[in-house]
């Protein structure tokens, strides 16, 4: 079907002002001042503007990042050693803080309680003595430790008061201090997440590139390998790969395959957003443009390719953290993963898979409380990050 | 159709090969196995006819040929010493920690694994669907915020510590015990009423507490599809056109919707699965999970690798009725023989 053009009479004059001064392309509206920061704003400013926004990821940012601040420092912030056994506080109940004795403001201070041992339950009673406050010292001289190897050092955030306890979260079957212990903990658990991520980061990058980059058979193999692994559950795979250890291995040296275990098994995903990435982004305009322009492929993937999709990586990332924290957690708790004495927060629950000890004294279940804020700090993180990485949508 | 059926049983059968492959090889990477471990310790203890007849026997189940061999005579693809006995032939092999063969072992811990999974995937539709149809309709009221609060600490919660804790309130508070399969007493009584009904409660905490992050991701999932057909055109038209609520709810952008939420049972399974395991060992429910454990500790290779196989196939099949159910569902899919 053919129309001739059809003109409508312009209206012109009293009904539609048009400005008769010629377009001066010179000439435009200055930008304000917020403007102008906004368009000269780095890629990475912009996200930050963006997560700064996300209030719930920022304060978990915040959380995270005071927690891996001070894991170089935690000899000083735990009040006991991670090992120091108290044998006359075996399976002592935590020592609530109190504030005020008989009406009167004191301070922070605790009571102390004496050990009985009840012959006719068997069980070991405690009985607190409210009549002598023993306060909390803090920015004290405690127990003394070995800093880093940079000779012995007694300076702690907080001590027990003299002469007496302070354990605030109960001892376990050892008298050991439960608080102290979680604190060392969070060395080994925030640190397995952070290898384990690593390990998995490589091999993503390195197998998503070559296929989405290579294509062909390549393609084909790491598509294949990629749809296996994902249909296999993971936990069962753990295992078996924990249990694979050679049982005469030093602590240290699980502790490294425990982490490149959780790694090994992780990377799917990650190589799976890569390659998908790297064929959306092939297809861009500004990728034919350095083509034209002579550039190598090197510098494509390089400088075009890779810092397009980084932003996006990190945020997909983080978000399997908390999911290799949770699968040491789980593995040592099974007895399968860390041993002692390397001190995870999963090493420490293992001591809470006896029922009828939890029944006894509950706060064996503590080093719980520290993995949930944790794994939920990283996937509120992960969400602000993952909306963030995109600061152009 | 039966195009597409052909090509996806193929790509599965591939995959359980990849996989039988696989897990032999992290059954034998621990040094020695379960009867050259027992010979060393019947050598150590000077007890030479023990020895001898552990030797044997480690001839007997074909331990002493070379791995790929002993792989092939696994699976079934070789005749071992005892001819053609492998799980292609339906023979699972000889636990040695059990004496028994496997399938005596691990029979009904098979039938509890398979129900267990499935009443957890059940739940998990069972819950999500109206939560979220309810949430996606109510955008931001405060049913919709406590729903997607919810999502978040459901997602979080790790499963295993959840169960441990509810282990324990729920003993402390009502004094009833949750863990194991059924109350003790009932153990060697016949089948019953009363305890069809202690299996059926300590069946209840098991399946909420390893469906609960599936439910909170579908929950999500199923919200964000939803609100994104909500915005359709053609949902807007059926509204003008007078189509009461429900049923221009359910007719069109539910079903819309619904498609990825039967995709995502390919993503959910091996989640379910990896859940049922580690769950059932702190709840102690007699699955296949803490058969698995022990048999992994003391490098009983047969159950063990049994086990891990049963568990891929598991998930494997599940992925494949969701495919075929997602054929069924959307016909691009079937006319396109599969994307």
């Not at chain 1, 296996?228 to 250890?245: D, F, M, Q, T, V």
């Not at chain 2, 952008?253 to 619904?258: E, I, K, V």
């Not at chain 2, 494997?316 to 899919?333: C, E, F, N, Y």
Request: glycine share 8%; charged share 15%.
């Amino acid at each position: 079907m053919s129309s001739a053009p059809v003109t409508m009479p312009a209206p012109l004059g009293e009904t539609h002002w048009v400005n008769p001064a010629p377009f001066n392309p010179d000439v435009t509206k200055p930008m304000t001042a917020e403007e102008e920061r906004y368009y000269r704003a780095s890629g990475l400013q912009l996200i930050w503007w963006k997560f700064k926004r996300h209030r719930v990821a920022l304060v978990s940012a915040i959380f995270l990042a005071l927690l891996y601040i001070s894991l170089p420092f935690v000899e000083m912030i735990a009040p006991y050693g991670m090992t120091s056994r108290h044998a006359d506080h075996l399976y002592a109940p935590p020592q609530p803080i109190h504030l005020f004795h008989e009406g009167k403001f004191e301070g922070p201070f605790v009571y102390p309680y004496k050990f009985k041992f009840n012959l006719e339950t068997f069980t070991r009673d405690y009985v607190v003595d409210r009549t002598t406050p023993q306060k909390l010292r803090f920015f004290c001289r405690g127990e003394a430790y070995d800093f880093w190897g940079m000779g012995k050092m007694n300076a702690h955030l907080m001590c027990p008061p003299e002469n007496g306890t302070a354990f605030l979260l109960g001892t376990d079957r050892l008298g050991r201090d439960l608080l102290s212990r979680i604190i060392y903990g969070a060395r080994i658990s925030l640190t397995v997440g952070l290898i384990g991520i690593a390990v998995s980061f490589v091999i993503g990058l390195t197998l998503g590139g070559l296929a989405g980059y290579l294509g062909g058979w390549v393609d084909a193999t790491v598509q294949r390998s990629i749809e296996i692994l994902r249909s296999l559950p993971e936990l069962p795979l753990w295992l078996a790969l924990s249990a694979a250890l050679p049982v005469n291995w030093s602590p240290i040296l699980v502790f490294f395959a425990i982490t490149i275990i959780l790694g090994l098994l992780d990377w799917p995903g990650l190589a799976r957003a890569v390659r998908s990435k790297l064929l959306a982004l092939r297809e861009e305009d500004f990728v034919k443009a350095a083509e034209l322009m002579g550039a190598s492929r090197t510098r494509i993937i390089g400088r075009h390719l890779v810092p397009n999709f980084m932003s996006h990586l990190i945020a997909s990332a983080t978000l399997s953290i908390p999911s290799m924290i949770l699968g040491e957690t789980a593995l040592s708790f099974l007895g399968l993963g860390l041993r002692p004495p390397v001190t995870s927060w999963g090493v420490l629950l293992n001591e809470a898979q006896n029922l009828a000890a939890v029944n006894l004294y509950p706060w064996l279940l503590f080093p719980m409380l520290p993995v949930i804020l944790v794994v939920l700090a990283f996937n509120f993180m992960g969400d602000g990050l993952r909306d963030a990485a995109d600061p152009y949508h | 159709m039966i195009l597409f059926l052909l090509r996806r049983f193929i790509t599965m059968a591939l995959t359980l090969l990849a996989i039988s492959a696989l897990v032999f090889i992290v059954i034998k990477l621990p040094p020695g196995d379960y009867l050259s471990n027992q010979i060393e310790e019947l050598r150590a203890q000077g007890d030479a006819a023990a020895a001898a007849k552990a030797e044997f026997l480690r001839h007997q189940y074909g331990l002493d040929l070379p791995v790929w061999q002993q792989y092939l005579v696994w699976v079934g693809a070789m005749p071992g010493p005892n001819g053609w006995a492998g799980l292609l032939q339906g023979d699972w092999g000889w636990s040695f920690e059990y004496q028994r063969p496997v399938n005596e072992v691990v029979n009904r811990a098979l039938a509890l694994t398979i129900l267990v999974n499935i009443v957890v995937v059940i739940f998990v539709h069972i819950v999500s669907i109206p939560i979220a149809l309810y949430s996606a309709t109510r955008q931001y009221s405060l049913g919709d915020t406590l729903v997607t609060l919810f999502g978040y600490l459901g997602l979080a919660t790790p499963n295993f510590l959840l169960a441990l804790v509810l282990l324990y309130y729920l003993n402390r508070w009502f004094g009833v015990s949750i863990g194991g399969l059924m109350d003790p007493r009932f153990n060697d009584a016949p089948m019953s009423m009363a305890k069809m009904s202690s299996i059926l409660s300590h069946l209840i905490v098991p399946v909420v507490v390893i469906g609960l992050s599936g439910t909170a991701a579908m929950i999500r999932r199923m919200r964000a599809n939803l609100l994104d057909e909500l915005q359709k055109p053609y949902t807007v038209t059926a509204r003008a056109k007078g189509v009461p609520p429900m049923r221009a709810l359910i007719k069109y952008p539910f079903r819309m919707a619904l498609n990825p939420f039967v995709a995502d049972i390919g993503n959910l399974l091996p989640h379910l699965v990896s859940g049922s395991v580690l769950v059932s060992l702190v709840l102690s429910l007699p699955t296949v999970g803490p058969i698995l454990l022990q048999a992994l500790k003391m490098q009983d290779q047969f159950l063990a690798g049994f086990i891990l196989m049963f568990v891929a196939v598991l998930t494997v099949v599940g992925m494949l009725i969701s495919d075929l159910l997602l054929a069924a569902l959307d016909p691009r899919i079937r006319i396109g023989g599969g994307a």
